[in-house]
């Protein structure tokens, strides 16, 4: 991951193995740009906090609100 912010990241596997990130934005005052580059998946697909959809995370994505968290999904 890069980014400027104070970031918070955890990793974990979904249901089938699959490995999940979960990045949230630890500055309570300010939004952060972040960028992740995953080592081998090829699909980075984003969970929604709302309705629980999940969409290929784009460049819109790459920003968290103060104390925002997003939750990604790594795929081959």
Partial sequence: MKGKGPFV???????EGKP???VVNRDIA???EFTIVPKSAKTIER???KTGITR???AEDNWLAP???I???LRD
Wanted: net charge negative.
């Fill in 47 to 49: 969970v929604s906090s």
């Fill in 67 to 69: 104390g925002e968290g």
């Fill in 20 to 22: 999940a990130v979960l």
């Fill in 56 to 58: 290929k995370w784009a």
């Fill in 30 to 32: 300010h939004s952060s």
């Fill in 71 to 73: 939750l990604l999904l």
């Fill in 9 to 15: 990241i955890g990793e974990f596997e979904d249901a």
